[in-house]
């Protein structure tokens, strides 16, 4: 994490309370709408990149700040506080995968190409790895990139692809030997411009309504081999050398999630009457808010620790795993326990509790089920 500008605590703070502001300007009053369209506007990727919050962590060679990695965290808690979970989603597989993937694997050229257009929300970024029969165990995956002179010739079915409907760019994994098991995979960088590719339909999801998540066909699309990204074959083992940033990314944004959903539920009972006074002064009320209080400020910890070491290029695999599988099952506890202190309101759809506690189900799945987590801390202890 070298050649990376260290900010001080003042100018983070400046910078998360003027990524708030924006928040509050150009989200907060149309989020319920794009909710309910089932997709946030392209716009809003030009108005991100216009003022700043994309990418923040790229080099300034390309367009970055060249920022530490604590802006790009800032903006991620800022989008889970603020109950925004489909669009931190988006942002999230933007700036702290797609563009990492670039940054880290790609060359010189690719990079060029690329990273600029991400900063400024020209173009958005997507990965596709699953597969409709292929999810978290990707050497199943069909998607198949023949070589044919100095191209590769892809064919096959991506799902549950976010950012489907407005990405430009795609970090796309494909089988190049498939004999090879998972020193077969390859990952390309494809232009979704290119002939053949198709986009299918915005999915229609439990949560995170106003993020588009889609399935992507690739009928003989040929991309060039200099689209290849960090190696021929050595796909698997990139994505797992990506994959601790990607987790932590997502334990990040449950914290923030679960922030922001303990100082609502603290807003509401305090003001709720019940019984000659507030459900706030009830023993039940004030001992909940306080064991999620104390759960989170310990996740946090956890978290503060595993950012520490990912900028100095230290966080493992399993810490990741470990990190990212607690603070996931947590949200989804908070959740459900701010929104039963809402009482019958809290069901209610124009309370945002009841939206952040359908878009929390999905954190215990993507990125690695925690059951994946699980499997992985415990091979870590016992071994397979």
């Not at 807003?267 to 002064?281: C, H, I, L, M, S």
Request: charged share 20%; glycine share 10%; net charge negative.
């Amino acid at each position: 994490m070298s050649n990376v500008t260290e900010l001080s605590a003042a100018d983070r703070e400046l910078f998360r309370d003027n990524f708030r502001k924006f928040l509050l300007n150009e989200v907060e009053p149309h989020y319920a709408q794009w909710e309910k369209n089932e997709i946030f506007p392209r716009e809003l990727w030009n108005k991100l990149g216009e003022n700043g919050y994309l990418c923040v962590d790229v080099p300034e060679a390309y367009g970055g700040y060249g920022a530490d990695f604590s802006l790009s965290a800032i903006v991620v808690e800022e989008l889970g506080y603020a109950g925004y979970g489909a669009l931190m989603s988006s942002v999230s597989v933007h700036s702290d995968i797609v563009a990492p993937y670039i940054l880290h694997l790609g060359t010189e050229e690719q990079k060029q190409q690329w990273l600029p257009k991400m900063v400024s929300g020209e173009a958005v970024g997507a990965i596709a790895m699953t597969e409709p029969g292929a999810g978290s165990d990707l050497q199943a995956m069909r998607t198949s990139a023949v070589k044919q002179g100095s191209h590769y010739v892809i064919n096959g079915q991506k799902t549950f692809i976010t950012n489907g409907q407005h990405c430009d760019v795609i970090v796309l994994a494909a089988k190049t030997d498939p004999a090879a098991g998972a020193k077969g995979i390859t990952l390309f960088t494809v232009d979704c411009k290119t002939p053949g590719f198709q986009r299918g339909r915005n999915l229609e999801k439990m949560g995170l309504h106003s993020g588009d998540t889609s399935e992507l066909f690739f009928d003989t699309v040929s991309v060039p081999e200099s689209e290849i990204l960090g190696g021929l074959g050595k796909g698997f083992a990139n994505l797992m050398n990506e994959l601790p940033r990607e987790r932590l990314i997502l334990a990040i944004g449950a914290i923030g999630a679960c922030d922001g959903m303990l100082q609502w539920t603290i807003d509401y009972t305090t003001e709720r009457k019940v019984f000659n006074g507030t459900v706030a002064q009830l023993q039940n009320t004030r001992f909940k808010l306080a064991e999620m209080k104390t759960q989170i400020e310990v996740n946090r910890a956890y978290v503060e620790k595993c950012t520490a070491k990912y900028v100095r290029g230290e966080l493992s695999t399993v810490e990741a795993s470990t990190t990212k599988l607690s603070t996931t099952e947590l949200q989804g506890k908070v959740a459900d326990e701010c929104l039963q202190l809402f009482g019958g309101y809290g069901y209610m759809m124009e309370y945002k509790i009841a939206r952040a506690y359908i878009d929390a189900r999905i954190q215990r799945i993507y990125g690695g089920t925690s059951e994946i987590m699980k499997e992985i801390i415990a091979r870590s202890l016992v071994g397979r």
